[in-house]
């Protein structure tokens, strides 16, 4: 039986929403901050989010919209200095308590531990990141993996994070189950062979989840129900009662 053993978190979009307020505007302030007139709005980020990784999307950037920007240093040196303007800006807005948990993410990751269920995250976001949401609303200690950013050589779609963690787990994948909120993410955790559960946002909700498991708007609260998109789930909230049944029955 596909027995629930442990939950995998994706950070961004999914344990909050951290990209039309967060990384979004900490790099419209390191570009600033270094002396460009270059400013994502919120729909053109919403185009650059299919490239994961922020230095990724930099130079996918720099290649497509601004061929012809010349700067002294090599384009990787150019963009890791922008990259790190953009980390401080984005830890400076984490730490300001701007962006706050989705709904339910505290409320479940408390349901894993009270049941015994093991808890991990697999990112594309940088670490320090990942240290200050988690330092902020949760602990740190929680998370017995933390895979982030350049910690795989290739970041979502590929399965790289999702295999590290099941590698440092050292559970079979049937026992998993992973929440995302993207494309890109289901894509990378169904190529590790991890079940699925989606919970969108604004810059995903028009993506194809059709191998998702479920699609749900948010984890959901008692209080403030969830909305089910995809899949078989007649409940209000997800904790660790109904995931369990969800495994035995549908997934
Ligand atoms: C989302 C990403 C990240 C962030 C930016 O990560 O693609 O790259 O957009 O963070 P996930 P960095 O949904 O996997 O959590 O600039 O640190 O890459
Ligand atoms: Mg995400």
Redesign the pocket.
Known sequence: MNQLQALIF?????LAN??RDG?RVAFNSAFEEAGLDWQWSVDFYGEL?TV????E?LKYYLRQYQPNFETSKDTTDFVAYL?KL??KH?LQLLRSGSIQLRPGAKRLIESARDAGVRLAI?????FP?VVALLEKYLDLDWFEVIAA?DIVAF??PAPDIYDYVLEKMKLPASNFLVLE??D??LEAAIKAGLKTIITVNNYTEKQDFSQAALVVSDLGEPDQPCKVIQGNFDGDYLDIANLRSLMNNYF
Not at 10 to 14: E, F, H, I, K, N
Not at 122 to 126: M, P, W, Y
Request: net charge positive; aromatic share 4%.
């Open positions: 994706d950070v961004d979009g999914t951290t990209e990384h989010l994961s990784g922020g230095k999307r990259h953009k980390t984005y697999a990112t594309t976001t940088s990141n950013g970041k979502k909120d993207s890109n993410g």
